[in-house]
């Protein structure tokens, strides 16, 4: 098993989560005439960075073996194939189309819907695969994973709920950060010291 007990991997698997949250309070609180440019732009930014949600757990999970593990794996990819799906659809599709139209569509409207059918389902995968992340890692390092799977589960249950809207899904984002930092550094044993 490799193990990632560097400083600097716990601040890369944090990341995501981080800019989640950060361009969260950036997103329009509606979709409509007056802020549908807005809407497309913070979309496209948070179109490379849902991915990278998954990407930390795949990293969390490096070198860890099974079936558990391999079904984390695969309910990361369905939450960065779904949630990906979501923006594009409901944020950036459904936004241009608010745009040029300038009042309401329900075109906009159908995007809207199959975007949040599709993230609904990622988000369930995005809990799967946080609860499966953390039950490998409870198993290899014992209860000083447990803070990070709890930040973790709580966060990913937040964004599927509030997405990356303040303060609900702006707060579950940096749970989810706060959670993949705490199970990077789970895998150091107290009282050893930390490589650079």
């Not at 969260?24 to 005439?33: C, E, F, I, Q």
């Not at 809407?39 to 490096?62: D, E, G, K």
């Not at 303060?167 to 050893?192: E, K």
Request: proline fraction near 6%; charge should be positive; aromatic fraction near 6%.
């Amino acid at each position: 098993m490799i193990t990632v007990n560097r400083p600097w991997t716990a601040a890369a698997v944090a990341l995501p989560g981080v800019l989640l949250a950060v361009l969260g309070l950036m997103h329009p609180d509606a979709l409509a005439p007056s802020t549908a440019a807005r809407w497309v732009q913070v979309h496209l930014l948070l179109l490379p960075v849902f991915p990278l949600l998954a990407v930390a757990l795949w990293v969390l999970l490096r070198g860890e073996r099974g079936v558990v593990a391999a079904l984390a794996r695969v309910a990361a990819y369905g939450y960065a194939v779904l949630y990906t799906a979501l923006d594009l659809l409901a944020g950036v599709a459904a936004g241009v189309v608010t745009d040029r139209l300038r009042s309401g569509s329900q075109v906009a409207l159908d995007l809207r819907a199959l975007g949040n059918t599709l993230g609904t389902a990622g988000s369930a995968a995005l809990l799967v695969a946080a609860v499966l992340t953390g039950a490998v890692l409870l198993l290899r390092h014992g209860p000083r994973a447990l803070p990070g799977t709890a930040a973790l589960c709580a966060g990913a249950v937040a964004v599927g709920y509030g997405h990356v809207y303040w303060p609900v899904g702006g707060l579950g984002a940096l749970g989810v950060a706060a959670g993949c930092a705490m199970l990077a550094l789970a895998s150091v044993r107290p009282g050893s010291s930390v490589p650079r």
